[in-house]
């Protein structure tokens, strides 16, 4: 069965302080790990996919990394509108169909 | 068209009411699912449909009745439902696999209908 850890649960940064988002993940056979951006009472917002290790992917102040047991969501230079809820998903060969398995989400703030 | 679309945004109903839940995306995606999400919690699959047909329904109590009229249509048919039924339902969309590295937004998700059952 997949398993999906997301740490920390929470995170405060100030404004402007980087810092890192983490993903463990087992699975056999991944097949993708997705990110995504959550607000209050919205569905997920897509930020990356990626699908194999050493990939990195980046928007704006956002790059995701993949390691065969992990991936990072590095935030730089964080502004007040990156606070949301951070959601972690694998899609690999365990799940019949299409599923995901998601992790428990980190929620962060960034305090002005 | 990069979007799936959920209606109504809200929904309040009794428990003895039936009312459903439409979802709808233009995106060609083959596959369809139905999420349920509690607050601070991350989204938790109920049904998965796989070129119109219902692939995987992760246990979900009958009182919860999916349909999927076409390929851009999935809707989420409400019965008798409880309090405890109260959440954020998600409807997304993907291409299915091996299709699905082909894509650029992986599972692209609603903006949900937050249902309270009084």
């Known amino acids: 069965e997949d398993q999906v850890t997301q740490s920390p649960e929470a995170l405060r940064l100030q404004e402007g302080e980087s810092s890192s988002l983490n993903c463990s993940y087992t699975?056999?056979?991944?097949?993708?790990l997705f990110w995504y951006r959550q607000d209050p009472g919205k569905g997920p917002e897509f930020l990356f996919t990626l699908y194999s290790a050493g990939e990195e992917k980046e928007k704006e102040r956002l790059k995701a990394t993949l390691t065969k047991k992990e991936s990072f969501l590095h935030i730089t230079a964080p502004k007040p509108e990156d606070s949301a809820t951070y959601l972690c998903?694998?899609?690999?060969?365990?799940?019949?169909?299409?599923?995901?398995?998601f992790g428990g989400g980190t929620r962060l703030m960034v305090k002005p | 068209d990069t979007e799936v679309t959920q209606t109504p945004k809200h929904l309040v109903m009794g428990m003895t009411n039936k009312k459903s839940l439409k979802c709808e995306q233009h995106?060609?995606?083959?596959?369809m699912y139905w999420y349920k999400q509690k607050a601070k919690k991350p989204p938790e699959l109920m049904f998965v449909y796989s070129y119109e047909k219902l692939s995987i329904n992760e246990s979900v109590p009958s009182r919860f009745s999916p349909e999927c009229p076409n390929s851009s249509l999935l809707n989420l048919h409400l019965h008798a439902l409880q309090p405890e039924d109260s959440a954020l339902y998600l409807c997304a969309s993907s291409q299915v696999w091996p299709f699905l590295r082909r894509g650029h937004y992986g599972y692209t998700f609603g903006s949900g209908t937050r249902l309270t059952v009084v």
């Open positions: 995106m060609g995606h083959r596959a």
């Open positions: 699975v056999s056979g991944l097949r993708g």
């Open positions: 998903a694998v899609h690999s060969n365990n799940n019949a169909g299409n599923m995901l398995t």
